[in-house]
């Protein structure tokens, strides 16, 4: 059993940052892949971007391309999604999941374990 458990999340202005992180249990974090995705209401939820088990790996959804960056440090079991340039449309609660084949990449329903989630407002 993996825990996942999201912070950083919180009200910023359009243009503004945050940095979520995702804490995990378990020894061992750092074979898995571990993905962040959101929702919006009203909208499913979408693939936000993903890294690999070392962190050399690294894909991103073209929303979000060039303003976020994930990372990890798998000597705290965490994974990071620093979020810049904040839009309007990147409010939405967002999800850390891991992956702990390193088969699922872009593939939300290959996800093993997911998060509660944080939300992420962002105002005019």
């Known amino acids: 059993q993996v825990q996942l458990v999201e912070s950083g999340g919180g009200l910023v202005q359009a243009g503004g940052s945050l940095r979520l992180s995702c804490a995990a249990s378990?020894?061992?974090?750092?074979?898995?892949?571990m993905g962040w995705f959101r929702q919006a209401p009203g909208k499913e939820r979408e693939f936000v971007a993903t890294?690999?088990?070392?962190?050399?790996?690294?894909y991103y959804a073209d929303s979000v391309k060039g303003r976020f960056t994930i990372s990890r440090d798998n000597a705290k079991n965490t994974v990071y999604l620093q979020m810049n340039s904040l839009k309007l449309d990147d409010t939405a609660v967002y999800y850390c999941?891991?992956?702990?084949?390193?088969?699922?990449?872009?593939?939300?329903?290959?996800?093993?374990?997911w998060g509660q989630g944080t939300q992420v407002t962002v105002s005019s």
């Open positions: 378990g020894r061992a974090f750092s074979n898995y892949y």
């Open positions: 999941a891991a992956d702990l084949y390193g088969t699922a990449w872009l593939a939300i329903g290959e996800y093993d374990y």
């Open positions: 890294i690999s088990s070392s962190g050399r790996r690294t």
